[in-house]
């Protein structure tokens, strides 16, 4: 049931029922019963008939629908301030999910003149031959002019640009204002991902109009050994570690050239399964590869296209037995009844699959996102389930579940990992302040 809120098409009588409101008041309201609506899967007009008839003026009605929105935080009898801004839902904007598990092949390649005899180049156009290919001069002059809207967001896997990036090839990290920095360098295999996670930050912050891939890794391996010894970089944030690897082939390249620096760590960090860039060449014991763990229930509801539970810690299994150390990061772990046995389940799955000594290091992050990329999951993924929580605007401006919620995940995900982890793995969380590690029992270990 997809449940769409225009105010120029108010269907739910707002103005009717609440004349004597002003805009903001009414905006305020038709957000608070149509999250309620879709939360209870019920109709905006049955939540609307359901406000006591003696709750006539502003302060009643909207207490009543915070109370019923927010009834754990109400419970707790958290004062609850935040904005609620307009319901601007436009069904054009779903994504479609009907794929089935395959990565859809590019309709374009564009390439750039400057990589057009490059190896990525020429394995792109073997392995897409129906793509059309088109040589451009350059991404950036390319791309001035188009449009990035949502639903050319979800049309991005049509058109594949290989380029030769120039600048960005490793940045530090861009932790949250006020979080505990993990001291993290990202490398920049590529900008964007075709899997689907509900809760993914690139769909509200990414404007490329297509997936973009650099051809010229040599000049991030150049970038990279004028680094210091004791770095730990890894890529992973502006897209999948390994879901092009088949195409990239960077997996093993990468390992080739980091096992000549040995205090230098570098982590993979995907959804996927692909891992035989990584079986293909000797494993270094400076090379982690790392899985994003969520119970299956998750993965089916909020990351889709993804290699299930079952298959990523089999390849997980298998990067071990190789020789590669592994990573895990519970993150972002999502609250809903009954997730304390799912994601301690989740653990003792982990450790029952991986040998605790092969660990390097497990994150653990909870949910969260900007209000922007709120309004892009409510239009992309309609049926999105992450959104009916009780998400509140914390100190770095993003919406987070409350600080007792999060405290909880932290106090008994350490204790389940903490009974089964080796003494050599580091635990940490991730994008969380120092009091929070300090109320959850973290130690700050980077
Ligand atoms: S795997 Fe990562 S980058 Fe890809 S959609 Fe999911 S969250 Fe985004």
């Known amino acids: 049931m997809t449940l769409v809120y225009c105010p120029s098409r108010d269907r739910m009588g707002i103005p009717e029922r609440f004349a004597g409101f002003g805009p903001n008041k009414r905006q305020e309201i038709a957000r608070l019963v149509v999250e309620i609506a879709k939360r209870d899967r019920l109709t905006p007009v049955t939540v609307l008939e359901c406000i006591p008839a003696g709750c006539k003026a502003y302060p009643a009605v909207k207490a009543h629908l915070l109370a019923r929105r927010f009834p754990e935080a109400s419970r707790r009898g958290d004062k609850i301030s935040e904005a609620f801004p307009a319901v601007e839902i436009d069904p054009a904007c779903a994504m479609p999910l009907g794929r089935g598990e395959n990565i859809p092949a590019p309709r374009m390649i564009y390439v750039e003149e400057a990589v057009k005899n490059s190896a990525l180049a020429r394995r792109a156009t073997q392995k897409f031959p129906d793509a059309r290919v088109s040589l451009i001069a350059d991404y950036k002059t390319h791309t001035r002019r188009q449009a990035f809207d949502i639903p050319a967001y979800n049309r991005r896997t049509q058109d594949l640009f290989i380029i030769r990036e120039q600048y960005d090839h490793f940045k530090p990290?861009?932790?949250?204002?006020?979080?505990?920095?993990?001291?993290?360098?990202?490398?920049?295999?590529?900008?964007?991902?075709?899997?689907?996670?509900?809760?993914?930050?690139?769909?509200?912050?990414?404007?490329?109009?297509?997936?973009?891939?650099?051809?010229?890794?040599?000049?991030?391996?150049?970038?990279?050994?004028?680094?210091?010894?004791?770095?730990?970089?890894?890529?992973?944030?502006?897209?999948?570690s390994l879901v092009f690897d088949g195409l990239t082939g960077f997996a093993g390249d990468i390992v080739e050239h980091f096992r000549a620096f040995p205090r230098r760590v570098f982590e993979f960090k995907t959804k996927s399964t692909n891992v035989a860039g990584l079986l293909a060449v000797k494993a270094s014991s400076n090379i982690v590869v790392g899985w994003s763990l969520n119970p299956q229930k998750v993965i089916d509801a909020e990351e889709h296209f993804t290699a299930s539970l079952a298959g990523r810690l089999e390849a997980a299994a298998r990067c071990a037995a190789h020789g590669y150390r592994t990573a895990f990061h519970f993150d972002p772990v999502i609250y809903f009844p009954g997730w304390e046995g799912a994601y301690e389940g989740v653990v003792q799955q982990l450790f029952r699959a991986v040998p605790a000594q092969s660990i390097a290091w497990i994150s653990v992050g909870t949910l969260r996102m900007t209000p922007s990329q709120k309004k892009v999951i409510e239009n992309r993924f309609p049926e999105n389930t992450i959104l009916d929580a009780e998400l509140f605007t914390a100190a770095d401006g993003k919406l987070r579940y409350a600080p007792a919620v999060r405290r909880e995940i932290y106090r008994a995900m350490l204790a389940w990992i903490g009974r089964v982890a080796a003494p050599s793995t580091k635990v940490y969380l991730c994008m969380e302040t120092a009091s929070m590690w300090k109320e959850a029992g973290a130690r700050v270990i980077w």
């Open 173 to 240: 990290c861009p932790c949250s204002p006020g979080v505990v920095p993990c001291g993290y360098h990202n490398a920049n295999l590529g900008f964007g991902c075709p899997f689907e996670c509900t809760y993914c930050f690139l769909q509200s912050y990414a404007n490329a109009p297509g997936i973009v891939i650099p051809a010229n890794i040599e000049d991030l391996f150049h970038t990279f050994d004028g680094y210091q010894d004791g770095v730990r970089v890894g890529s992973g944030e502006t897209t999948d």
